[in-house]
């Protein structure tokens, strides 16, 4: 990786959004657009390393802190103006979620367990990311980050996990109470808290 490109997508302690104004719409588009900044960064990241073996996890660490900054700054709006501009947080999610998915597999299982919590606890801020539109995204979700519990040998957390899922999906069922997305048979395989018991 060059110098230059490394140095853009480090972590920037000094950066965030709060010289923005209040205006709910520039907060948004300020967040839209580091997300932006980041797809790319980590898009280089990829296509230089696409077997994720050479992990520089202080630019990984950088891509995960400007996700969080951006993806925080609409949590704190209200909630109509989170549901307006869900689908920033939708695509943060996705990145965040590959992001550690590269490092669960590197084997800094805690590292990806805490920012996937954050994941989950986004898409269960935002109304609209609640619905069966995104059940098996926020499944996904929940499933990973019990996986890296369970790496980590976390096993508590890892059923914690698990349940707050079903819970969520339950939630779901009992509100909407309509036919919802079928989950397929390795999402339903793995929500069977059992699989994390670590006997």
């Known amino acids: 990786m060059d110098g230059n490109h490394e140095a853009s997508i480090a972590p920037d302690n000094n950066r965030d959004l709060s010289h923005q104004q209040d205006d709910p719409n520039e907060i948004a588009k300020a967040s839209a657009d580091m997300i932006d900044e980041v797809q790319k960064d980590f898009r280089y990241f990829k296509e230089t390393n ?45 990145v965040m979620f590959e992001v550690c998915k590269i490092l669960r597999k590197a084997n800094f299982y805690k590292l990806a367990a805490r920012y996937l919590t954050f994941n989950c606890l986004t898409l269960d801020h935002n109304l609209l990311l609640t619905t069966g539109k995104y059940l098996h995204w ?24 698990l349940k707050k899922g079903i819970e969520k999906v339950e939630i779901l069922l009992t509100i909407e109470k309509q036919d ?9 395989k793995l929500l069977n808290p059992n699989l994390y018991r670590g006997n």
């Open 50 to 94: 696409p077997e994720a073996e050479n992990i520089n996890l202080r630019i990984i660490k950088g891509i995960l802190k400007k996700l969080h900054i951006a993806l925080t700054r609409i949590n704190n709006l209200s909630s109509d103006d989170r549901e307006h501009h869900y689908y920033i947080v939708y695509n943060g999610t996705i």
């Open 180 to 188: 919802m997305p079928v989950l397929d048979a390795d999402q339903r």
């Open 138 to 161: 926020r499944v996904r979700n929940y499933i990973e980050c019990a996986r890296a519990h369970a790496d980590s040998k976390e096993f508590d957390k890892s059923l914690e996990t």
